[in-house]
């Protein structure tokens, strides 16, 4: 005589596929890199002046600071008054209405200020803005 066993409920294993689940979390991944905006700090803190007619402009842009010692930073790195016509021009080849945007900290000089935005206008630049706080 066959005998039949039966199993219980208990006994059975049921275990949930993870497999779609881990897909879907990497293409969302992928998904929020490529469409994330970094925005590129000069990576250098300025205490600029404010001004009552400050507006926001497009987060696609050259920030270059200038510090009260008289640095010129891009970058993180002192790249000189000299060295702002050569980043211009590398930096606007692909989008030349990119504009550029001096945040000059209260302590500098008119001078140094209006020939970094000559550098910048020599280099390609059609627009350059001066930061301010609002």
Known sequence: MIQRRFSSPAEESE????????????????FFIVTTVFVEETGIDV?????ASAVDLDK???LIA?????EVVYGGRDIGVNGVRSLVQRLT???????????ADKAVSTERLVRV????KLGGAQVVN???AH
């Open 15 to 30: 275990e949930i596929n993870l497999s779609p689940l881990i897909d879907m979390v990497f293409i969302l991944l992928i």
């Open 47 to 51: 205490n600029k002046p404010e001004a």
């Open 60 to 62: 696609q842009s050259i």
């Open 66 to 70: 200038l510090t009260p010692k008289g």
């Open 93 to 103: 080849r692909d989008d030349p209405e990119m504009p550029v945007i001096l945040q």
């Open 117 to 120: 935005i000559d550098e910048s």
């Open 130 to 132: 001066i930061s301010t």
